[in-house]
């Protein structure tokens, strides 16, 4: 049976990513080696990550401005590794508030130094984005573009008159974006490009050695800069899927292509929920999110049986985070719109029988 993979991370990757990266495993382009078995100094790897650089580049359109590197230790890391980076000992960062990950960045930018929480959602668990106007004296704005957890997602870059940070861990390569909006961009590979254990960094030049902190050699962004995401053993299996699962986005159209794919998944679902009277969305209308879709029963008694026909239809990974209940659909690139379809389709039986 066909598998329907709403997994909210590690989330789905393109069935053809996963049979050339099992190869790759095995023989990589016939060298009789596995990649994860030989130098990452070898020209075999070197090439990997050359290519995985330029397709970030190429997909964001990114000027010589900007540096890409592959990092490790997740986005968690780079909530403490930013501001330990960008943030001077006599300013502050602004930080919006708008869901756990957030939360959390802001949690380890305290340790670093000072922070203004500009805007929060907090009050009412996160279900829309707050207002908020970014003080121009701040040393940068930092978001969370796509709520993961809470289910919404700015849908415009917010307009700052200070450098803009973003954690887009779950919404990056998802759609066309105004790459040279920001001053500094991290994902963790797992929702929406790659495995986990690897983190893109994107980060524009004239944003570092700015704060005259004596940092640890890992975690100073110059260093990894300048040894070329290889200062120390880098995390080659997942830079090697990220790579993969990038030049697919590419051939199939970029940007521009998934854009129109995930929007057609975010509408088909969205309007089955809107038209159902057995489910809810938990968020406001305006800031739903395209990625990670949450809703509940409203009769929680009916959730077993709900359960067991998402499971006779193979719908995976539905279950929705603890702080929420209910379910999340998680609709990353990967996953196809019968997918989504197959959901849907599975709601509207399910309203038949119960509704
Ligand atoms: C999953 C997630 C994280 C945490 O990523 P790790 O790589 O596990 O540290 C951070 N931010 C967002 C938006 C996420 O979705």
């Not at 200070?162 to 919404?171: A, N």
């Not at 893109?200 to 030049?205: E, F």
């Not at 004239?206 to 800069?225: A, E, F, S, V």
Request: glycine content about 8%; charged content about 20%.
């Amino acid at each position: 049976m066909k598998i329907h993979n709403f997994s909210a991370g590690p989330g789905i990757l393109p069935a053809e990513v996963l049979q050339e990266a099992a190869q790759g495993v095995l023989n990589y382009q016939d060298t009789g080696l596995s990649l994860i078995e030989m130098s990452h100094r070898g020209p075999e790897f070197v090439d990997v990550m050359d290519q995985a650089i330029a397709l970030v580049r190429d997909l964001l359109n990114l000027s010589n401005d900007y540096e890409v590197v592959f990092l490790q230790g997740g986005a968690s890391l780079q909530f403490y590794m930013a501001p330990l980076n960008l943030l001077s000992s006599e300013g502050y960062a602004a930080y919006l508030d708008t869901g756990t990950w957030a939360a959390n960045a802001i949690k380890e930018a305290k340790r670093v130094g000072r922070v203004e929480v500009i805007g929060s959602s907090k009050d009412k668990n996160y279900a829309y984005l707050p207002e908020f106007s970014v003080p121009s004296d701040a040393d940068y704005l930092h978001y969370t573009s796509n709520n993961t957890i809470f289910g919404t997602q700015f849908q415009n870059i917010p307009d700052s008159p200070v450098p803009l940070v973003c954690d887009m861990s779950s919404d990056i390569f998802s759609k066309p974006i105004d790459a040279s909006r920001f001053s500094m961009i991290y994902a963790g590979a797992q929702k929406n490009m790659g495995p986990a254990g690897t983190t893109l960094v994107i980060v524009k030049k004239d944003m570092l050695g700015k704060t005259g902190r004596n940092l640890p050699t890992m975690l100073d962004y110059q260093i990894h800069i300048e040894k070329e995401s290889m200062f120390n053993t880098p995390p080659v299996f997942p830079i090697f899927v990220s790579m993969l699962t990038l030049k697919w986005l590419k051939n199939k159209g970029g940007l521009t292509w998934i854009g129109e794919v995930n929007r057609q998944k975010s509408d088909c679902f969205y309007s089955a929920l809107d038209s159902s009277s057995l489910f809810t969305g938990t968020v406001e209308k305006s800031v739903r999110s395209w990625m990670n879709a949450t809703f509940l029963l409203n009769d929680t008694r009916l959730e077993p049986t709900f359960e067991a026909l998402l499971e006779e239809r193979g719908i995976s990974g539905l279950k929705g985070h603890r702080s929420v209940g209910g379910y999340r659909a998680s609709m990353y690139n990967a996953l196809p719109l019968e997918s989504v379809q197959a959901l849907v389709n599975a709601m509207r039986d399910f309203e038949q029988q119960h509704g």
